[in-house]
Nanobody
Framework: QLQASGGGLVQAGGSLRLSCAAS????????LGWFRQAPGKERVFVAS????????YSADSVKGRFTISRDNAKNTVYLQMNSLKPEDTAVYYC??????????WGQGTQVTVSS
C-alpha cells in the first residue's frame, strides 16, 4: 500500500512537501513516481525516481521547482514543491512501477495553490 500525505492550501510562491509511505512492497525494487490530476483533466506525470534513487525525471512544467527524492530506509518517497503556482492545484498521487507499469497507487492528497 501507498499512503500519501502533506497536501494542503498554500499561497502562490509557497512550498509544500508531499510524502508517500509504502508498506507491503519490496520498496527498494520499485521505481516510484508522482502524478497529479486537476479538476476536469486527466492524470498526468509529475516526477519519478529509480529504485536506487540514482536517476530522477520530471515533467517540463515542474522542472526547477519540484524535486523528487526517496529514503529507502524509511520506505518513503517525497516531492518537494517550491515556487508553487495556481496551476499546480490538483490531487497528487504517488505510484510504484513494476515491470514498466505503474501498478500500485496511493489514495491522493489535495494541493491547492491560491493566487
Amino acid at each position: 500500500q501507498l499512503q500519501a500525505s502533506g497536501g494542503g492550501l498554500v499561497q502562490a510562491g509557497g512550498s509544500l512537501r508531499l510524502s508517500c509511505a509504502a508498506s507491503g512492497l519490496p520498496f527498494t525494487t520499485y521505481n516510484l513516481g508522482w502524478f497529479r490530476q486537476a479538476p476536469g483533466k486527466e492524470r498526468v506525470f509529475v516526477a519519478s525516481i529509480t529504485y536506487s534513487g540514482g536517476s530522477t525525471y520530471s515533467a517540463d512544467s515542474v522542472k526547477g521547482r519540484f524535486t523528487i527524492s526517496r529514503d529507502n530506509a524509511k520506505n518513503t518517497v517525497y516531492l518537494q514543491m517550491n515556487s508553487l503556482k495556481p496551476e499546480d492545484t490538483a490531487v497528487y498521487y504517488c505510484a510504484a512501477q513494476f515491470g514498466g507499469v505503474w501498478s500500485f497507487w496511493g489514495q491522493g492528497t489535495q494541493v491547492t495553490v491560491s493566487s
